[in-house]
């Protein structure tokens, strides 16, 4: 992260160091050039002005002045004929000098009035620059004078731009710490100790990440405490049917349970306490059963007349033990789901509807396939659920009225039980209930697509 951050930093500033430089030396060799051209037009001009005069006048202007003022100057001048032979130049001596017809600049003068151009010297070090003036009698002038080439500006600026680089890079080289650090904080702290997220004053890119570690810190407590209730309310479960056992094993074994009568009456309660027992822990093994994510149902095709039908005879007997009516109505539907948690649904949903009923109630199971959707429905005429009570009957271990359910045999566990199999199903669960009145649940399952079961 600190090297990325680095790395990145150091680019820019490498970048931006190295247009610098070329960007300064472009600027500088533009207007030293610009200056030269403009000097060497002066003094083209000038010396064209002195060449046009009459001898005598030459003398007495100063021309000698100022040829020996060019030369200090290090400003060279050339007369020239058109046809290229040099007639007169104030450095070297003119007879020893080649045919200058072909210089560029000399042709350009020719044909424009005036010409330029820059040539390098073998060194690289230095350019020369020549400036070609035609004069009114059809002679040439040049003018020329040697000065620093583009790669010596680039010599003179590179360390001044050295050092800057170096103050730049070790700035970027702090800062780069400091910012990763300032980066890096929340993370560190909430990796040492997940507790502090609350405290982390974060800034605003960080937020979202710090948001989320602290809702996922809140469902891993918010799970343990799940989880220490429910260990905590298994435990008491298991403690009073042991407590009956054991209670009633003890006084059979001291003797005094001594008519038969009475050892059958505390066998029933024994066996009673054990089978209670059974169930909780079944539904308990059940529960961590689903709870485990890993494990997948296989899907299959269900009809749920046939699962209603097989579960209402299954209950007849129980229903008729508590005078109540059961009956299936409705019409077949098909859902994609497992055959033992649909069974399952059905046998906790009648089951309660049938225990929480009244005296000569009736209890309707119906099925429904409407808007693409499979509904499931039991409705009671039982003692209904008051609205404090209806969104919690789904909890673990949760009981209306605790001394009725228990008598009848509930754990409490059951519509935990359907509620986690309806969420591994993907179908939907509501509730309708008025007390006195009844019960009414409804279960939608997505349908299953023809070409699933056919
Ligand atoms: P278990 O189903 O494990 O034997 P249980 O029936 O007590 O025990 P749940 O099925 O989870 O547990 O139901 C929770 C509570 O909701 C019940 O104790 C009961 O008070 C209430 N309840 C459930 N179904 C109905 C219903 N059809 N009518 C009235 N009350 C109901
Ligand atoms: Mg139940």
Redesign the pocket.
């Known amino acids: 992260m600190k090297r990325k951050i680095n790395n990145s930093l150091m680019g820019t500033a490498t970048l931006a160091i190295v247009t610098t430089l070329l960007l300064t030396v472009a600027v500088c060799y533009h207007l030293l050039k610009n200056q030269i051209w403009e000097d060497l037009k002066v003094y083209a001009e000038t010396m064209g002005f002195f060449l046009q005069m009459s001898d005598e006048s030459k003398l007495e202007s100063g021309m000698q002045e100022f040829e020996e003022q060019m030369r200090q100057n290090h400003v060279r001048a050339t007369y020239i004929k058109a046809d290229g032979e040099v007639v007169y130049d104030t450095m070297a001596d003119a007879s020893g000098m080649e045919n200058h017809g072909d210089r560029p600049e000399v042709r350009e003068a020719l044909v424009n009035g005036v010409g330029r151009q820059i040539r390098m010297s073998s060194t690289l070090e230095q350019s020369t620059y020549y400036y070609a003036l035609l004069l009114e009698d059809g002679m040439i002038l040049r003018i020329s004078k040697d000065a620093d080439s583009v790669y010596r500006i680039m010599e003179y600026a590179v360390p001044a731009i050295l050092f800057m680089a170096i103050l730049l890079l070790a700035a970027c080289g702090i800062l780069s710490y400091f910012l990763a650090e300032s980066i890096m904080h929340p993370i560190k702290v909430i990796a040492k100790d997940v507790e502090k997220v609350e405290e982390i004053e974060a800034y605003e890119e960080m937020k979202p990440f710090i948001e989320a570690i602290k809702s996922q810190h809140d469902d891993v407590l918010d799970n343990a405490r799940i989880r220490q209730e429910f260990t905590a309310n298994v435990s008491h479960e298991l403690k009073t049917p042991l407590t009956a056992i054991s209670g009633y094993a003890e006084l059979i074994e001291n003797g005094m349970v001594n008519e038969e009568k009475e050892v059958q009456r505390f066998g029933k309660e024994i066996h009673k306490s054990a089978n209670r027992l059974l169930t909780l822990i079944n ?1 308990v093994i059940r529960l961590s059963e689903l709870d485990d994510s890993k494990t997948e149902e296989v899907l299959e095709p269900i009809h749920l007349w046939d699962s209603a039908q097989a579960c209402v005879d299954m209950l007849q007997f129980s229903a008729q033990k508590h005078s109540v009516t059961l009956t299936l109505e409705g019409e077949d539907a098909v859902v994609m789901a497992n055959r033992q948690m649909v069974e399952e649904v059905l046998y ?1 949903l009648c ?3 049938i ?2 009923n009244r005296e000569n109630g009736s209890v309707t199971v119906r099925v429904e396939n409407r808007l693409n959707k499979a509904h499931l429905m039991v409705s ?1 005429t ?4 008051s609205k404090e009570h209806q969104e919690r ?1 789904f909890e673990r271990f ?4 605790k001394s009725r ?1 228990k008598s009848t ?8 039980i359907v509620k986690h199999i309806l969420l591994k199903l993907d179908a939907e669960i509501a509730l309708e209930s008025e007390v006195g009145k009844g ?1 009414k649940i409804t279960v939608t399952f997505p349908i299953a697509r023809s070409e699933q079961y056919h």
Do not use: E, F, K, P
């Not at 039982?382 to 659920?385: L, N, P, T």
């Open positions: 539904d906790n089951d309660n509807a225990r929480y009671d039982g003692i209904g659920i009957i949760y009981r209306v009225d359910s045999g509930g754990t409490g566990l059951g519509l935990a019960t």
